[in-house]
């Protein structure tokens, strides 16, 4: 499983809306296993196909499914042509970083939580109900897919300092 080159902006594969997924073959088992291994490297707890400069609509994500439980453990997500169908309305701010705009961090408003609905990569319908952490990474890992990057959605955006912690990238 080969680790991917990681995209930067402003590549404008990072502006594209990406294609809907069609063909659960081959190819797509190679471009999903080679997804969560770049991811893993990197490393981050999400990943959108444009960022290793495909665009096509396949995120895969890991991360604790209750993060504010100890010890929940690491679960990883592949869903392909993911849509946020339910969204709350209550949303909270947070820092997010982005494998594909190293050296800036900013501050989103985002929903509490999502319920996100897609396919396997076997073309198997998928349901995820994510809060917290996990809904802010499918809201901006899906936003990867319709060409939106954090900055644009971000209150403020500065380089982090050398003693500031390094966040889970996305
Ligand atoms: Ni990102």
Redesign the pocket.
Known sequence: MPIREIVALPNPVLRRKARPVTEFGPALQILVDDMIETMRQAPGVGL?AP?VGVSDRVIVVEYPADDEQEDSPKKLYVVVNPEIKEISTETEPGIEG???IPGLQGEVERSLSVTVKGRTRRGQPLKIKAKGWLARIFQ?EVD?LEGV??TDRATKVWKPEPDEPVLDN?
């Open positions: 959108a960022q982005c494998l594909s901006h990867h990057v954090f996305v």
